[in-house]
């Protein structure tokens, strides 16, 4: 790899529990001031790229990402079969931000990987899958939600995604509102980024028609912001018996805090954005009790596995990452690790997913925060 930082074999940062060098990848400063991990490469035979937030207010979601494709790498690496064909990784710190993951993406399709897994958020992937689909190189995305990532006809056969849409997100909450019948008023907050308009928007259209159910609050909130105060009060005067919030792990643990002051007999529930621990971290004793909607988890053995790993549970996009990477992997086997146009028709032709790339059967898993840490609902 020459045109690639090498870092092979190198933990990237300290928080993603790599066990390999101590030594820490490098950062490189960006235009606005913020700092982007340079890209690290881990050796093998073949290689996919992994792009994802490693840096900045979506790290700890961008991680997950990574985790998840790792210990599938890991997984196949250790089969005695993959022997003669090692794969490795090229890691892609976007930043969460579009111009720095374009022009990550142009060093990994100049380093001839066989596929892409990422990004996290949806403008970022929809902007990326630009510059893989003229490379004819398939993406995957394990956390990119928004309906048009997959809903241009153009891009079809090289767009693919794990987890389900912002219309499903809104459809499975408003499904969960309305078989409770303890939920009678509800108060609605997004960020204002597409995903967060989007999941709200099609929560409230779904409950619009039921009259039993009240929208008594729908309003955007300031993201990247410690101090919910003044929104919780204003919540707080609707009496809601229901919160529901569309956004990120940091501004909805900042959230919860303030709502459990201002409104305690209030749930609160949130999305796949907010499933990670720090979520929990960060809202303290106010998180007890939370609704997350989330990707379902992975069988028993990679539960297993990823605990003994990074010695954490699941939560974020392990799960829909993890399976993204296993398709991905059985597609560059099953084309002799070359032709990557052949690859992704591989990936097309999987079962699971539709002919836009959706999965056919999306569902989601609703979990609870208990004793500081994600269970199942019951």
């Given at each position: ?18 066990s ?13 001031n913020e ?21 900045g ?8 990402l990574?985790e998840g ?6 997984e ?6 993959n ?11 976007d930043?969460g931000?579009?111009?720095e ?6 060093i990994?399709i100049?380093?001839g990987v066989?596929g892409v897994?990422?990004?996290v958020?949806?403008?970022?992937s ?6 893989y689909?003229r490379a ?36 499975a909450?408003?499904?969960?509102v ?7 008023r509800?108060a ?15 929560f ?9 159910k009240?929208i008594v609050?729908?309003e955007?909130?300031?993201?990247r912001t ?11 005067k609707t ?5 529901f ?7 909805a ?6 709502l ?25 004793s ?17 539960v ?9 549970g699941?939560?974020?996009y392990v799960?829909?990452s ?19 146009e ?6 097309a032709?999987?079962?699971l ?15 609870k ?9 019951k």
């Open positions: 790899m020459t045109k690639v930082y090498r870092f092979l074999l190198v933990c990237f940062v300290a928080s993603l529990l790599w390999c060098s101590s030594q820490e990848a490098k950062l490189e400063k960006h235009f606005n700092k982007v991990q340079e890209i690290t490469t881990v050796k093998g035979k073949h290689y996919i790229a992994i792009a994802a937030p490693l840096t207010p979506y790290s700890d979601l961008g991680k997950t990574v494709a790792q210990l599938a790498i890991e196949y690496n250790a089969d005695p079969a022997r003669e064909h090692p794969m490795g990784f090229i890691l892609i710190d930043g931000i579009v111009i993951a374009l022009e990550r993406a142009k990994a100049a380093e066989l897994i990422g990004h958020n949806s403008g970022i929809i902007e990326a899958s630009k510059k689909m004819k190189i398939p993406q995957i995305s394990p956390a990119s939600t928004h309906p048009k990532f997959t809903e241009r006809a153009e891009f079809r056969g090289y767009v693919f995604r794990t987890i389900g849409t912002d219309r499903q997100i809104g459809e909450a408003a499904d969960l309305l078989s409770n019948g303890k939920y009678k509800i609605v907050l997004f960020n204002d980024r597409p995903y967060g308009v989007s999941v709200s928007s099609e409230v259209r779904m409950l619009a028609h039921h009259k039993e009240e609050f729908y955007t909130i300031p993201v410690h101090d919910h105060s003044a929104t919780a009060r204003r919540v707080a009496n809601a018996d229901l919160v919030f569309v956004g990120e792990y940091n501004d643990g900042y959230l919860a805090k303030n459990k002051k201002e409104l305690p007999k209030a749930q609160f529930l949130s999305a796949e954005g907010a499933h990670n621990q720090s979520f929990i971290e960060i809202a303290g106010a998180a007890e009790g939370a609704m997350i909607l989330g990707a379902p988890l992975p069988s028993k053995r990679v297993k596995n990823y605990k003994k790993r990074f010695k954490k699941i939560s974020g799960a829909t993890y399976n993204a990477t296993k398709i991905l992997l059985a597609a560059i086997k099953a084309n002799n690790f070359t032709d990557t052949a690859i992704a028709r591989s990936v032709a999987n079962p997913f539709d002919l836009n790339g959706d999965l056919v059967d999306p569902s989601f898993t609703l979990y925060v208990s004793n500081g840490n994600f269970v199942l609902a």
